[in-house]
């Protein structure tokens, strides 16, 4: 038995400001609540009652304990909502302290709420934890369907962050973070195909020759982007998905003005190519042409490419007009000897030899014909119903005072002509399969050209035979003969040509075109 003297209680004290009336009575009502309980606590004692002052602070320590566990499962992710009614509870108890323990814990009835509270506490950790565990769970299968087929294997370092979380926070993380990943695998399939695409057109660019300065810049963005969380990417997504379509736009509005100007560089080239076969003077147009090509290397806006496609059209435009005046006029070659054949089949070599003499060389027939050589084997016709003879791109074929009809001879074509003439000085411009629009430009432009032909001005059904070494050769005998002839001047309508067996006139075009495309081969001359 111990005597314990009741705590003095102060219930009037002076206000040391004035205190409004509700307040006043708050204090009246707490003070008159603190002396009944130590009354009650005081009566308890002198009727005889035990004291067990240890259960009081046993209680107090325990409640202290839960208040602690509560801090704890607040900073694991528990809401506060859940705890609040119990930290509520624990405030009024410890609103009025007997001897250092909350009054309630000296009242009948303290271990009872000390344990209750208790068991709500594990009941909010362990309902929270299974929600969050099973949200978690959700946001992981979400993920999974969202990122399309995947194997065990590839969800190994998610499925290992969920086996090791033990917490709701841990749960928690993992469910916010799965849920965004999940949002953003459109999002990221977005922007890769959007860098894909910068990329491709990039090189296209590079291709085209353009620079493509606008897609630095966003590719790199782009290359640090897949290396951040998932919050991270969520706050750049946007932005960075604008960036990329901006700079595609950009690009492809480029690269479709480049393409266009390189198109229209090409047909430029190609026109004065053409007028210089005309003789034309293309220097200043060439000048522009290599002044476009500098911008085109520098331009960086659809309207800078489409500036230089204008002026190489005009550039086209203004060689193309030349051409039509040229074509428009009659060229005749000065300086070239109209020289017969003086062998039944040796018209190609007389051709060559007034070819030269605008060169001022002077070489005979024979003298052509000893130096190509002559393959005098007869033809055969082999198993497969083929006719067999000799090469006329390497050597004359047959005798040159023969016949194509009953083959005792047939001719050489232009490699031959084209060796003997350059081994005595002579300059060849150019030889071998071309148009007839070719030969018009190289005759106006002042180059006599040697063509093969037919005899009689016409197409014919060509019968091409296999030469002894393997080669098929152009042939339309042995009922059609072909011919070879000095083309020296040029009309808007005719063709001037100096035949070795009839002599020099003009034919049409028409009837040239026709004659010439069952060969396609001549030699210009300079």
Known sequence: MIAIKPPEVDLIQAPLAPI????????????????????????SFGGGGMVDLGAAYSLQARAEALQARWAYMLDNGIPSADLAPLQAQWRQTQASKLIGAGAMFWLPGGADTVALWQAQTEAIWTRDLSRYRSDATLSEQALHNALGPETHVQRKARLDAFA???????FATLRNEWTVEARLVPIDRRIAASVAAVTGQTQQARTLGIRSDPAGDV????GDYPSMTPLQRMARAE???RSLLSVQASLQGRIAAATVAQQNFERAANELSLASLYGIDVSAWQTRVAANKALFGKALTPAEFSSITSDLQQVAAAADKAVYVALSQTHVIA???????NHPLSCEEAATSMALTHQGIRLSQDQILNEIGADLRGMYVDGAGRVRWGNPYSTFVGNVNGSESNYTGFGTFWPPLVRVAQAHGARILAYGSMNAATIYARVIAGHPVVAFATWDWRWHPRRDYLSFDGQWIPWIGPFYASHVYTVVGVSPSQVLVNDPIRGQYWISKGAFEASYSDFNEAIVFA
């Open 219 to 222: 590719i790199a963005r782009a």
């Open 239 to 241: 932005m960075l998905t």
């Open 20 to 43: 409004s009336p509700r307040r006043r009575g708050q204090l009246w009502s707490s003070r008159l609540s603190a002396a009944l309980l130590a009354l009650s606590v005081v009566t």
């Open 335 to 341: 300086g070239v000897d109209f020289i017969y054949q």
């Open 164 to 170: 090791a979380a033990t917490t709701p926070l841990d």
